[in-house]
């Protein structure tokens, strides 16, 4: 009878932090803390948010009644750290203060690490990462553009793309090795990842404004466009770059970012709000069509994920663009925490090493 | 058979640093002159229509020196600019065009829109008919393929049209088919590079080289949009500038100080790691812009095909072919056909197998 192993999951989002216990795989408790704008508003720096998330975490598990003396684990989501490969990193000390000095960007996740490496302090066990946005497996020739101090960066949604590949890889009998994948992430953000090998060799960055456009992001711009909007004198950096990040893509022309809403439009005979979305699920089919030659054309799978592949309505419509490349396996919703609880079971059960920050 | 005679067609292509000037019979070249100018002539005072005396000048020189009388044509074909956007095919030049071109009422400057102008001095009132073809300006994009991720800044069709669709007519013709009857991914790789999707004979999407898709020698391409912001408001550089990190001064040339293909190639044989690597890159972005088009039509692709200068590269063409060998048959047809393409163009009309499109 193999054992069963507890582990802790914390992830801290931007205006949320959620946190489950899990037994193996199941989930035996799960809470999603809200914060208020009000409560981080004192906050200069993210790492200062550390005590007050620690402190209503820890109250949280009290009232839930979770134990932690039988915690085997804690995974934390990953931060913004130095390029790493994709995997299961133990928390270190390099690791720590790296997301205390945030040299890499603020961001919420910065505080994973932070918050794991405190709860498995107290109960001396291991804490963990896995997976964080800044996997960077990418081929040196996918990071080249044309003009040579603009590199494209790996920063994607590392957690999800790799889950996903997972659950494909299971479901169709292959080894993640030795597999050829085009996985969608199709949330707020929008990432097509090639993976082959075991790794994800191009992938478009959200982030940085490139790939399709998404429910809040810009994606691509026409360059020459975009340029001459930046010097246009109207707008400062801080105004271009919420157009691009936050109020982009389809919450600029609709002005919503919910599918659901968008949908409901497009049943009301909204002709305006079908051609946009058409148009986003276009830009996706593009997208998966240039991965398809990441791959030299021999797909194993096309695996489409995140909280957009909810949308039958969308994902029939991008299964008739790019079905000719692969079969298309739907894979809606986004597990983070699950994604999260099954990296540290690899690693309790001797499946895998967990890599060294270094 | 159909019409026998022989037409006798005058194409005039006015290049930034060029004037084309040609006699065709049928699609056969009777003589052809390129007229050369310094890159400072053409930004001389006046701008572009500043150009017009002195290049009409020249060509009316080379039909004098050529004994070519005017009243002895069929037709005068002019190279198309960057009007108003417009579908493909032979137009007849109008006043409506003219006037546009006189007026600036154009998308971009470019000595292309001087086509016009001199085809009509030239044909004055003789009464020869004077046409343009499958100008850069063609617009045949569904209205899905218009839209990007900031409503204002739309997606615009520029596309080397004329050389992509003669090119499809040659792969038409070799194919024993039509191109209304084909599906076409179709690149022209030169100084810039466009990638279409034909669908029918009807571009419903290309890059535009000048905005976007796959780096090349001159031009850089699509970039993450953050980046290019954070660039321009670097304070390093002024608009003018940047527009030239974009067009003109990007892709292989910022990246290796030449925008001569061979030259790279030539580095690559030496071993030179850096330009393999940057050569490879651009194949790679072409090879993802193929694709891209060919999802585009739904993978219902008769066949892709590699036009332009580069396409004389077996070295690129070679990577390219390997990648997207994958989604139809791929065919290399390399150079510039645009002389025989205007000339062709024309005689469709001509023959009466085409009609001519008006402008306005």
């Known amino acids: ?358 | 058979m159909k019409n026998q005679t022989v037409f006798r067609i005058l194409v005039i292509n006015p290049g930034s640093t060029t004037t084309k000037v040609a006699l065709l019979e049928n699609d056969k070249p009777v003589w052809s002159v390129t007229l050369e100018y310094a890159p400072e002539r053409g930004s001389s005072s006046g701008g572009m229509l500043g150009q017009f005396d002195f290049r009409l000048r020249d060509v009316e020189r080379v039909l004098d020196s050529k004994k070519t009388a005017i009243s002895s044509l069929s037709a005068v074909a002019v190279r198309g600019g960057l009007f108003k956007p417009l579908e493909g095919g032979t137009y007849r030049i109008d006043e409506a065009v003219l006037d546009d071109v006189r007026h600036g009422r154009v998308q971009i400057e470019h000595a292309s829109n001087l086509g016009v102008l001199l085809g009509d001095a030239l044909a004055g009132s003789s009464g020869i008919p004077v046409f343009f073809i499958d100008p850069v300006s063609v617009d045949e994009f569904e209205p899905i393929a218009r839209i990007s991720g900031i409503p204002e800044l739309e997606r615009k069709s520029f596309v080397h049209a004329l050389n992509i669709k003669a090119t499809a007519r040659v792969l038409a013709e070799k194919l024993g088919s039509d191109i209304h009857d084909l599906n076409l991914v179709g690149a022209n790789l030169g100084g810039g590079i466009s990638i279409c999707a034909m669908n029918k004979g009807r571009i419903v999407d290309v890059n535009n080289a000048v905005e976007g898709g796959p780096f090349s020698p001159e031009r850089a391409g699509s970039l993450p949009s953050n980046s290019l912001v954070r660039l321009c408001y670097s304070g390093r550089f002024t608009l003018d500038e940047m527009k030239k990190r974009l067009v003109g001064q990007g892709g292989l040339v910022a990246h290796l100080g030449t925008q001569d293909a061979r030259e790279v190639e030539k580095r690559i044989g030496a071993g030179d790691a850096k330009a393999e690597l940057i050569y490879r890159a651009m194949a790679y972005q072409i090879a993802k812009e193929i694709a891209a088009m060919a999802a585009v039509l739904s993978g219902k692709v008769d066949a892709v095909f590699l036009a332009g200068g580069l396409a004389h590269s077996a070295l690129l063409t070679g990577w390219v072919r390997e990648r997207v060998a994958f989604i139809a048959p791929v065919y290399v047809l390399p150079g510039e056909r645009e002389m025989e393409a205007l000339a062709r163009g024309a005689m469709r009309v001509l023959r009466g197998e085409e009609k001519a499109k008006i402008y306005a």
């Open chain 1, 1 to 358: 009878m193999p054992r069963t192993f507890v582990i802790l999951v914390i992830n801290p989002g931007s205006t949320s932090t959620k946190v489950a216990l899990f037994e193996n795989e199941k989930e035996v408790f799960s809470k999603t803390i809200a914060h208020a704008p009000a409560d981080l508003a004192p906050f200069k720096r993210m790492a200062d948010q550390y005590d007050m998330r620690l402190n209503i975490i820890e109250k949280t598990l009290q009232s839930g009644g979770v134990n932690l003396k039988s915690i085997d684990a804690v995974m934390g989501r990953g931060g913004l750290l130095k390029p790493v490969l994709g995997g299961v990193y133990a928390v270190n000390a390099c690791m720590l203060e790296d997301l205390r000095r945030a040299e890499r960007g603020e961001h919420a996740s910065n505080l994973g690490a932070l918050i794991a490496d405190a709860f498995a302090q107290k109960n001396g066990v291991p804490a963990y990462i896995a997976d964080p946005v800044v996997v960077d497996e990418m081929d040196p020739m996918a990071k080249v553009t044309g003009i040579p101090e603009i590199e494209r960066r790996s920063i994607f949604h590392a957690l999800n793309q790799k889950a996903v590949a997972g659950k494909v890889c299971a479901e169709l009998g292959l080894r993640y090795g030795g597999a050829r994948l085009i996985v969608a992430h199709l949330g707020g953000g929008i990432s097509v990842g090639a993976h082959r090998s075991g790794r994800v060799v191009d992938v478009n960055n959200a982030l940085d404004g490139d790939g399709p456009f998404s429910p809040e992001r810009a994606g691509s711009i026409p360059a020459g466009q975009l340029a001459a909007l930046c010097f246009s004198g109207d707008l400062t950096l801080a105004d271009v770059k919420k157009r691009l990040t936050g109020r982009g893509g389809l919450v600029a022309h609709l002005g919503t970012n919910d599918i659901r809403v968008i949908e409901e439009k497009i049943r009301n005979g909204d002709e305006r709000a079908r051609l946009v979305l058409d148009a986003m699920i276009y830009q996706i089919a593009k997208h998966i069509g240039a991965a398809a030659v990441v791959l030299d054309g021999k797909v194993d799978a096309i695996a489409v994920s995140g909280g957009l592949a909810m949308d039958e309505s969308l994902v029939m419509k991008l299964k008739s663009k790019v079905g000719w490349i692969a079969k298309v396996m739907v894979y809606p919703g986004e597990e983070e925490m699950h994604a999260l609880a099954l990296g540290a079971l690899d690693v309790l059960n001797r499946r895998v090493q967990p890599g060294v920050y270094a």
